[in-house]
């Protein structure tokens, strides 16, 4: 069964960090490309950040580049989410997602598998 699974949520003050993993089951997730999203509340879903399927390239929303980054472990199927410099603007559920291709994927639509959401809280 393809599941993804997110940790590494939680509450932290402002200036603070996390570090969210995401944990794929199955081998076909190492050729694939991933992402994050995240959802504040009342707010619509929205993209993070995204890595291709070997790691070498990367893209971020502007309202976190330079402060988060994202990696991904090929051999362990995971793929991470470094949140440095947190603003209570972050606060949100974040979502990791996987979508076959090689390439970036930034839409919602390109992600056919999707984890359960990890929350993270930053306070003022």
């Known amino acids: 069964q393809v599941q993804l699974v997110e940790s590494g949520g939680g509450l932290v003050q402002a200036g603070g960090s996390l570090r969210l993993s995401c944990a794929a089951s199955g081998p076909i997730f190492n050729s694939y490309a991933r992402g994050w999203f995240r959802q504040a509340p009342g707010k619509e879903r929205e993209f993070v950040a995204a890595i291709d399927w070997n790691g070498m390239n990367t893209y971020y929303a502007d309202s976190v580049k330079g402060r988060f980054t994202i990696s991904r472990a090929t051999a362990k199927n995971t793929v991470y989410l470094q949140m440095d410099s947190l603003k209570p603007e972050d606060t949100a559920v974040y979502y990791c997602?996987?979508?076959?291709?090689?390439?970036?994927?930034?839409?919602?639509?390109?992600?056919?598998?999707w984890g359960q959401g990890t929350q993270v809280t930053v306070s003022s």
């Open positions: 997602a996987a979508g076959a291709g090689t390439s970036l994927l930034l839409l919602e639509h390109e992600y056919a598998y």
